[in-house]
């Protein structure tokens, strides 16, 4: 299994309040992906990276930032919590070669905001 | 950007094959056909891609029709632990990243014992 950890794995937390999830990995890969899952709907990007300091948006990025200092860690920040970013959160990392490379997927981040 | 229509749940029974069908008519020529599976409370696992030939691996076969406008991935022999749900999903090797891939809601597979 790709080592990858996210935490924390569950949190609960109110409107308004500051969130950091993060993203550690292992495999030394370049990119590096945070989704949200949602019901009703697929697994929708927000950010990604392909290296060090190097991110960009994905389709649902509004409310989110990222960062990345090191290869190793990839850090979602919701500056002020919304009750909208209730959501399970995915890590993933890829190699390079994007269209032919696997996705490796970290076992998920619960995040509610009451 | 290119879609995928997958049937939103399918039941087998165990240790039977089953095939899991996924319509792309819009699929590009650069576009690569990928499959995941996402078991209960899990994040989702790569299984199988191609681009035109049929590919066999470990975990199952992915049939890809001549026109590529329909896919097609076998398990051989299903198991209980098969029970998830399975995204076909296209990547486009010239888009050079993934923000242009589209995650549908996949098809819930069901094993029976």
């Known amino acids: 299994d790709a080592g990858i950890t996210q935490s924390p794995r569950h949190k609960v937390t109110e409107t308004g309040t500051p969130v950091t999830l993060r993203c550690h990995q292992t495999?030394?890969?370049?990119?590096m992906y945070w989704y949200r899952q949602d019901p009703g709907h697929g697994l929708r990007l927000i950010h990604y990276s392909y290296g060090v300091k190097d991110t960009d948006k994905g389709e649902v990025s509004d409310g989110y930032s990222v960062s990345r200092s090191k290869t190793e860690d990839f850090l979602l920040t919701l500056e002020s919590a919304t009750s909208s970013q209730t959501s399970v959160y995915f890590c993933a990392i890829s190699e390079v070669g994007l269209a032919t490379g696997e996705l490796f997927f970290g076992e998920g981040s619960r995040l509610t905001v009451l | 950007d290119a879609k995928t229509t997958q049937p939103n749940s399918m039941e087998s029974n165990e240790e039977e094959p089953v095939h899991l069908p996924c319509n792309h008519s819009?699929?590009?020529?650069?576009?690569?056909i990928h499959w995941y599976r996402q078991l209960p409370s899990q994040g989702p696992e790569y299984v199988i891609h191609g681009l035109t030939s049929n590919v066999n691996n470990r975990m199952a076969s992915l049939a890809i029709a001549e026109d590529r406008k329909s896919s097609t991935l076998i398990l051989h022999r299903a198991t209980l632990r098969d029970a998830a749900v399975y995204y076909c999903i296209l990547r486009d090797v010239e888009a050079g990243n993934n923000r242009k891939l589209i995650w549908g809601l996949g098809t819930s597979l069901a094993v029976n014992p």
């Open positions: 819009t699929i590009s020529g650069t576009d690569y």
């Open positions: 495999e030394n890969h370049r990119y």
